[in-house]
């Protein structure tokens, strides 16, 4: 009760403030080390990298150190809120053994990373881009003799598949098996991505059903790779029998997937199948067209004559700010023409050359 008395006493109870409060009452009220790691917590959930960090300096001066799990946590944060390589230079300062080692104190005091700590860094370079600084943490992941889980192996992969670099990922898959590291649902989606991303879905399908039979469920994620992986080689059956099986599963397809299938379909005359899924996607999960779909739609109405679809998503466009270019006019005018209706058509003309000249 000491530390809240004394820290009701403050004028303001800052992280800072109550890690002030904790060293005083330490000793005198035995508290067990972990306090410190509560008081840092905090400061991680509610974002303050500052005082997060701070704390731990203060900390580390006085030889005491917080749990592997909170310098993690606080690794990841500064992942997200300063990139990457300010990530590492604090897993740097961190876990250093070295000259940092000899700052804790006489005693030697260090903390240890873990697998976690390795996958935040992992984690943290791919989500930049930077695959051989992911590799590089992988190797030294090794060299600590830290034992790999499926999640680290799983980043690995992905940072392969990301450069296309199958083999490599397909590599680290079999090292897996080799270890006795059982893959999961997060494994096997990113190899199935990777291969429906440079458009081999004949593998993807193979893993697909090597996932199936070792049962692990597919997700939502899975479906997603598969159907985006169709969509990109043209296979329009498979994608949609794909997608009504995510309807059946009540699974909700990201924005960016539904609109490559909008747009496959709209490029292989199946119009009417987008707007059946344009409509039932922007009732049950809001899904927003992008520019480029709302174009696609537009001159595929207008070459199958559905005049009347394609001025109301020409409106919807005009409404979010998205100007007919000289190719969607084309579109209506051609419409137009094959309906007989000069007028119009004559009128979309001039009002195209106004816009042009304007």
Known sequence: MLMFHE????????????????????????????????????????????????????????????RTSTCNSLIELVSKGRGCFAMYDLYKDIFGHDDDVGGNGDSGKVVLPNASTFNVLMLGFYREGLLEKVVE????????????????????????CEDGKMKDAMRVR???????????????NTIIGGYCRIGEVGKAEEIYREMVTNGIESTCTTIEHLVNGYCKTEDVDSAMLLYK?????????ENSTVNVLVRTLCDNDRVTAAMDIIRLEGYKHEV??????????????????????ALRI????????????????GAFIDGYM?????????????????????
């Open 245 to 253: 099986d995510m309807c059946r599963k009540s699974f909700s397809p």
């Open 7 to 66: 820290a009701h006493h403050q004028e303001s109870s800052t992280p800072i403030t109550l890690f002030e409060v904790l060293i005083k009452t330490y000793r005198a009220c035995d508290s067990a080390p972990f306090v410190f790691d509560l008081l840092v917590k905090a400061c991680i959930d509610s974002k303050k990298i500052d005082a997060a960090i701070e704390i731990y300096k203060m900390l580390r001066s006085k030889n005491l150190l917080l």
């Open 137 to 160: 943490v992988w190797q030294g992941m090794e060299s600590c003799s830290s034992v790999p889980n499926a999640y680290g192996y799983s980043i690995l992969m992905a940072a392969y």
């Open 314 to 329: 020409q409106a919807e466009m005009m409404v979010k700010g998205i100007k007919p270019d000289s190719e969607i006019y």
């Open 338 to 358: 094959k309906q007989g209706n000069e007028m119009m058509a004559n009128k979309l003309r001039k009002e195209m050359l106004s816009e042009q000249s304007s």
């Open 288 to 309: 927003v067209l992008e520019d480029e779909s709302y174009a696609r739609l537009t001159r595929a109405l207008c070459q199958t004559g559905m005049m009347e679809e």
């Open 174 to 188: 079999k090292e897996m098996e080799n270890k006795c590291v059982k893959c999961d649902a997060m494994a096997y």
